[in-house]
């Protein structure tokens, strides 16, 4: 199936064809049997599923589904009740276990839930809760606990949160999308659950991620919560474990591969740009198989962007700009940096593809200074060293391949160890994004020892907690105090005891990805550039002073994460002027848009952003 603009009807056109298709008005009511009286009921889709009364949850039949608007908005599994009481049960029971996320939040779980009922019973409270804690409630709604949300997620599914389209809904999805109440939608994260961050395949339990992504799009960037749509893109999964679970919500399925997957997520693509054509896609948590192929297959067509590739690639560079800074040196000595990173995945190779060209770019995009900073990283994967001499090397890969002649001159060989390369390499920077916690090993650390830098730099940039190569307490007592730390997941400050602390920063693309989203909104840009993703990674690393960078501080802490957003939302929008893509948002339309000032233009971002304030629904005189 293409995915050009050909099935592009105008969104009320093809809503109404569908609808007169699928279903009439009268069909909407239902019965249910009340002793014996049956019971009309005159409600549809969302309406249904949140009166406590009708509300079956995942038992609806798909009858019931198709005559009700009801497709799309539950997990594809349907179960009966004895099964639904079986879930429930077993997660009651289970309540004490599950309450647990590692020694950092015992109660992680419990407030995740607390929470969680809130934002299903008033909104606006809910993101008042969290932008004003921000720093205390991200860690429950986002990494870490999200990850185990979605471990957990057969327990805790409660009231369906945004649209499930599945294997099964092949060539129904144009008209599912018109199950969503809202008329607009700006910002859809998009998951197929295949890589949810450290965590592997969770199937259509992975939801969870694009629920806690779009929270952030809401509390960082004020993305209004009525328009942002979390999406799970269901076409079975390969944990086996999932597959045998009775209480698993999603299709119990091997994943489908090739041109049946393509065409899934390609009728997806069509039927929710037919609906919101200005709608902006961020792909979350695909394995790395398909994430760079769908990047290169939708980023001409679609406003869209992979947070793992270009969201990470834009935050580790910040942060590598930011160790160079932490060496009392001007960014511009970046080129001269030894990198090694662990793990070529969708976030690794976004790392080093990006890495590169900043390097290639300071040193004067010729052909020599491309080689030159290709020459600065060593990548390890499963398997090793990568050079040459790999077999079946992944293509993506390829270009970091390292040459075995030189390879030789420093001692290392193909599949070379993690710390047989530190030692032969003393690199400057280790950058782990391998997902496999405590990869960076006391013999690792150790062998970071001999780095020739002033200021080594650890990014331990796996999620979640225990998914990260190290804990910065290793990494600060074996490196001493001066080293440069950063990790996916928040961790605590180290006391040193001295007074001095080792400072804890949290590498996450949560820095990037709600400007991104924002900037691309309020500029109108039909595409997400590579210029706008530089200029939100350039006007990330510029925010932290000379006074903070020195003391070791190289990201924000989240309580700034309001106002780097926005910071990074305006840049977005000055590069896409400058790109010439810009076509207004509402009524700033393209040209007003150009003339803003840098001052204006902040002031336009601002005002545009959504606050936690009830609205007045009812005017009185009197
Ligand atoms: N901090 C952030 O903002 C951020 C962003 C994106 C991804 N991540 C994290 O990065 C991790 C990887 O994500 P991904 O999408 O690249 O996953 P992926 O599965 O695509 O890639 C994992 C890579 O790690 C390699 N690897 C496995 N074992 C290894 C070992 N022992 N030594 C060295 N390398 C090893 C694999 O060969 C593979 O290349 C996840 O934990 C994810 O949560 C963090
Ligand atoms: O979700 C996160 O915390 C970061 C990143 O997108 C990941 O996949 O780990
Ligand atoms: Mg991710």
């Not at 079956?56 to 009700?68: H, I, Q, Y």
């Not at 957990?152 to 599912?176: Q, V």
Request: net charge negative; with cysteine.
């Amino acid at each position: 199936m293409g995915i050009a603009n050909k099935l592009r009807l105008s969104s009320s056109l093809s809503r109404i064809l569908h609808r007169r298709i699928l279903y009439s008005s009268a069909a909407r009511s239902f019965t249910t049997s009340e002793g014996h009286r049956p019971t009309i009921v005159h409600k549809q889709g969302l309406d249904i599923l949140h009166d406590p009364w009708f509300n079956k949850g995942t038992a609806f039949t798909m009858t019931e589904r198709n005559r009700l608007d009801l497709r799309g908005l539950l997990p594809p599994n349907v179960m009966d009740s004895e099964q639904q009481i079986q879930r429930f049960m077993t997660d009651l029971k289970r309540l004490e276990e599950q309450a647990r996320d590692g020694p950092s939040d015992p109660n992680a779980l419990a407030k995740w839930r607390i929470l969680n009922r809130l934002h299903d019973r008033n909104e606006t409270m809910y993101y008042k809760v969290l932008i004003n804690n921000i720093e205390e409630y991200a860690p429950i709604v986002y990494t870490p606990t999200v990850g185990l949300v979605c471990q957990n997620y057969s327990g805790l599914f409660r009231r369906p949160r945004g649209m499930y389209f599945s294997a099964e809904d092949r060539g129904e999805m144009m008209s599912m999308v018109y199950n969503w109440p809202a008329e607009q939608v700006d910002m859809i994260v998009v998951t197929d659950g295949s890589r949810i961050l450290g965590l592997g395949d969770l199937g259509v339990h992975g939801i969870g991620i694009a629920v806690g992504k779009l929270d952030l799009y809401v509390a960082a960037a004020g993305i209004n919560p009525q328009r942002v749509l979390p999406v799970m893109i269901d076409v079975g999964t390969n944990n086996e474990k999932l597959l045998k679970d009775p209480m698993y919500l999603g299709l119990q399925q091997h994943r489908l591969e090739d041109d049946d997957y393509v065409d899934v997520i390609d009728e997806f693509m069509e039927a929710v740009y037919t609906r919101w054509p200005h709608v902006i896609v961020q792909f979350e948590d695909f394995q790395s198989k398909w994430a760079f192929k769908l990047l290169q297959r939708y980023r001409c067509t679609y406003r869209m962007f992979n947070d793992d590739v270009q969201g990470t690639a834009g935050v580790a560079i910040a942060g590598l700009l930011g160790a160079v800074r932490a060496q009392g040196r001007p960014m511009i000595d970046f080129p001269k940096m030894k990198i090694v990173v662990a793990g070529a995945g969708s976030a690794g190779i976004g790392v080093l593809n990006a890495a590169r060209k900043t390097m290639a770019r300071m040193l004067g995009n010729t052909e020599t200074a491309f080689d030159s900073a290709q020459s600065q990283f060593w990548v390890v994967d499963a398997q090793g060293l990568i050079t040459e001499r790999r077999e079946n090397i992944d293509p993506e890969a390829q270009p970091f391949a390292r040459k075995t002649k030189e390879m030789e001159r420093q001692g290392l060989k193909e599949g070379a160890t993690l710390v047989e390369v530190v030692r032969g390499v003393k690199p400057d920077v280790l950058l782990g994004l391998s997902a496999v916690g405590g990869l960076f090993s006391k013999e690792v650390l150790e062998a970071m020892k001999g780095s020739t830098s002033t200021r080594p730099a650890i990014f331990a940039m796996s999620n979640p907690t225990k998914n990260a190569e190290c804990t910065p307490q290793d990494a600060f007592s074996i490196l001493g105090e001066n080293m440069i730390f950063a990790s996916g997941s928040p961790f605590k400050n180290v006391e040193f005891g001295s007074g001095h602390v080792g400072h804890c920063n949290q590498g996450n693309n949560m820095y990037l990805f709600p400007g991104i989203g924002l900037g691309t909104l309020l500029s109108g840009a039909p595409i997400v550039s590579d210029g706008m993703l530089q200029a939100a990674s350039e006007c990330l690393a510029a925010y932290m002073s000379e006074e903070e960078v020195l003391q070791g501080i190289i990201y924000p802490p989240i309580s700034r994460i309001r106002d780097i957003t926005k910071r990074i939302a305006a840049a977005v929008i000055k590069e896409a002027i400058e790109e010439d893509l810009v076509e207004g948002y509402r009524e700033m339309d393209a040209r007003e848009l150009q003339k803003l000032n840098e001052e204006e233009l902040m002031e336009y971002v601002e005002n545009n952003m959504w606050n936690p304030e009830y609205p007045t629904l009812v005017y009185k005189d009197d």
